[in-house]
């Protein structure tokens, strides 16, 4: 999409902040997510042997130091590193990540050696055990904008990139440049706590730059070096 005349084309770089004093864990995201990309849901059988699959999960984390210790849930998605150890380890190159900072997977070229799954600190990538099958019923409800991906492959959190093919599609048939709140994930867009916020990090003046500046940020396993572009604000600070 071209820039508007006289001004110089904006590249994007797409993050998110999650706000752990709105969370209340009521996992709308996770059923967002999963009805949003086509994740096929396990039986318990397969979910017993750890074969199951989800891009975005709530995670259980101790705060405090004991014996004032509380148990929390922490909404997990891909972190779309800046510094992502999983592309450096992909032998096929099917882990990307695009100019605008997603890391995407490239399904046609994966060879399921799950390099990336193990290179990965947040654990935030499933391999697709078995062949996606839904009942007839749920068939009709799949998303036909998110291909169903066969089995013996690496799946992944995208940012319901294909959502923000469709913005910028709109915008240019629209002749006009993609605005602030055109392209919201599906995890996003469902919480109804409005503790997810999304936008544009290389804009310091978007929500989500202002939040991942505060106090009461951080991020997960910064001192790794892998440079997330998920930002957490704590509780009660």
């Known amino acids: ?24 864990a009521c996992q709308a995201c996770v059923v967002a997510c999963q009805a949003e990309n086509n994740i096929p849901n396990s039986n318990p059988h397969t979910a017993q042997g750890g074969r199951n699959i989800h891009w975005m999960e709530m995670i259980p984390f101790v705060e405090g130091e004991y014996p004032h210790t509380e148990m929390r849930l922490l909404p997990r998605p891909c972190m779309h590193c800046d510094n992502p150890p999983c592309i450096k380890v992909c032998p096929v190159g099917a882990t990307q990540l695009s100019s605008e900072g997603i890391v995407g997977q490239i399904n046609a070229r994966c060879i399921g050696c799950r ?41 992944k959190c995208t940012l319901c990139h294909h959502r923000l093919q469709k913005a910028r599609d709109l915008a240019a048939y ?56 998920v930002t957490y604000l704590r509780e009660g600070v």
């Open 1 to 24: 999409m071209s820039a508007p005349t006289g001004t110089t084309a904006h590249r994007a770089r797409w993050g998110m902040v999650i706000d752990l004093d709105r969370c209340t």
């Open 115 to 155: 390099y990336c799954t193990t290179a990965c600190p947040y654990t935030v990538k499933s391999f697709n055990w078995f062949k996606p099958q839904w009942p007839e019923v749920m068939e009709r409800y799949l998303n036909p904008d998110v291909s169903v991906r066969f089995n013996g492959v690496v799946e």
């Open 174 to 229: 629209e002749g006009r440049p993609l605005q602030p709140g055109d392209y919201t994930p599906a995890c996003v867009q469902t919480c109804p706590a409005e503790a997810m916020v999304f936008g544009d990090l290389a804009n310091p003046r978007s929500a989500v730059a202002v939040l991942s500046r505060s106090k009461r940020a951080f991020r997960l396993l910064d001192e790794l070096g892998t440079e997330p572009k």
